[in-house]
């Protein structure tokens, strides 16, 4: 059963091509996009203001996305949010990558092609240029990025888009085996990599 919630007349739109996780929480002003991941335990509250999820995007395990009235929090299209990130009425470009357990405050703005370093704190109203790398806490602009960089983000982001594809067809809940088969398999590389990596 999912864990999907209506407040003040408000229901949570999912495209039928994303996958939500049984153990995620939408609610509320909660539009989530064509292709789109969310993971186990991931927390969007649209009960504040509204949330947006483009096409391709990805939010892991454990993540908190909060709307707030004065502004959407937006993922843009092959946002990817790492394991534990959380986003406060804020906007991640198109193919920006949110590092694991990193914050990004209200009012932020990443720009498209940009990486926010695991654990970093982007303070409230920060603009970030395209194509940064960024660090820190208070986060701060690192560098440039060069396109093998983007390349290799966007990869890992294609991965998650797979993996919504696979956890629509094949994901189901099971009671557990009591001990390991003698020829039990493994994942395959062309199970987890983009079809046309």
Known sequence: MQ????IDGLVPVVHPTAYVHP?????????IGEGVYIGPLASL???FGRIIMKAGSNIQDTCVIHGTPYQDTVVHEDGHVGHG?????CVIGRNVLVGMNAV???AADIGADSIIGAMAFVKKGMQVPP???VAGSPATVVKEL??????GKFFGTR????????????MQRVEPLKEVEADRPRLREDQIYPVDK
């Open 3 to 6: 864990n999907i919630y209506s």
């Open 23 to 31: 153990t995620a929480v939408l609610i509320g002003d909660v539009i």
């Open 45 to 47: 509250r649209g009960d």
């Open 85 to 89: 990130a959380v986003l406060h009425g």
């Open 104 to 106: 990004v405050m209200d």
């Open 131 to 133: 194509r940064s790398l």
């Open 146 to 151: 060069d396109q093998k960089a983007i390349d």
């Open 159 to 170: 991965m998650y888009q797979r993996l919504a594809q696979r956890s629509l067809a094949t």
